[in-house]
T-cell receptor
Framework: AQSVAQPEDQVNVAEGNPLTVKCTYS??????LFWYVQYPNRGLQFLLK??????LVKGSYGFEAEFNKSQTSFHLKKPSALVSDSALYFC????????????FGPGTSLSVIP | EAQVTQNPRYLITVTGKKLTVTCSQN?????MSWYRQDPGLGLRQIYY???????DKGDVPEGYKVSRKEKRNFPLILESPSPNQTSLYFC??????????????FGPGTRLTVT
């Protein structure tokens, strides 16, 4: 069965420091991986995705993520955090064998401290 | 403006009183889906639709119904709401083409409270 884990409920980082939000997954076939961000009282917004190709994926707002097949991970990163990056981040996976279903992780709350 | 709209945004109701949450998208997307968001559980898929008249269950379909009579609309129906359906609900849509996977566009959410 598909599953997504985000091992940290909360991540705190100082403004200007690099940030990492972790995601690991389990699927039957090849994974299709997504990161979404949710600002307070808003719907989710797409940040980036990995389908195939280069393991380092660049997305919106300066975010990037690295796909690591051997570690079944897809960690979200940003070289220099902004206070405005404070939000709830969700990792999601679709499986090539059942890609019409989408599994989301529990979310990680990111706080960037001025 | 390309968007997914949901109505109502907030709803307080009583146990057993049937309700419908509407969802509409103006992007001509084939795929639409409903999720509920609960603290610590993330988003869980309730139902999804690959196209008109094609719907299927997600991970938590119990107590919900959907229909897809038109491409743009995908209402969520709670025939007899119960307090455990108190949650934040999101509708989402995406293009769907064989072998190609797209990101989803989300509505603003509907906060439902069942007393």
């Amino acid at each position: 069965a598909q599953s997504v884990a985000q091992p940290e409920d909360q991540v705190n980082v100082a403004e200007g420091n690099p940030l990492t939000v972790k995601c690991t997954y389990s699927v039957s076939g090849n994974p299709y991986l997504f990161w979404y961000v949710q600002y307070p009282n808003r719907g989710l917004q797409f940040l980036l995705k990995y389908i195939t190709g280069d393991n380092l994926v660049k997305g919106s707002y300066g975010f990037e993520a690295e796909f690591n097949k051997s570690q079944t991970s897809f960690h979200l990163k940003k070289p220099s955090a902004l206070v405005s990056d404070s939000a709830l981040y969700f990792c999601a996976v679709r499986d090539e064998t059942s890609y019409d279903k989408v599994i989301f992780g529990p979310g990680t709350s990111l706080s960037v401290i001025p | 403006e390309a968007q997914v709209t949901q109505n109502p945004r907030y709803l307080i109701t009583v146990t057993g009183k049937k309700l419908t949450v509407t969802c509409s998208q103006n992007m001509n997307h084939e795929y639409m889906s409903w999720y509920r968001q609960d603290p610590g559980l993330g988003l869980r898929q309730i139902y999804y639709s690959m196209n008109v008249e094609v719907t299927d269950k997600g991970d938590v379909p119990e107590g919900y119904k959907v229909s897809r009579k038109e491409k743009r609309n995908f209402p969520l129906i709670l025939e007899s709401p119960s307090p455990n359906q108190t949650s934040l609900y999101f509708c989402a849509s995406s293009p769907s083409r064989q072998g190609v996977l797209y990101e989803q566009y989300f509505g603003p959410g509907t906060r439902l409270t069942v007393t």
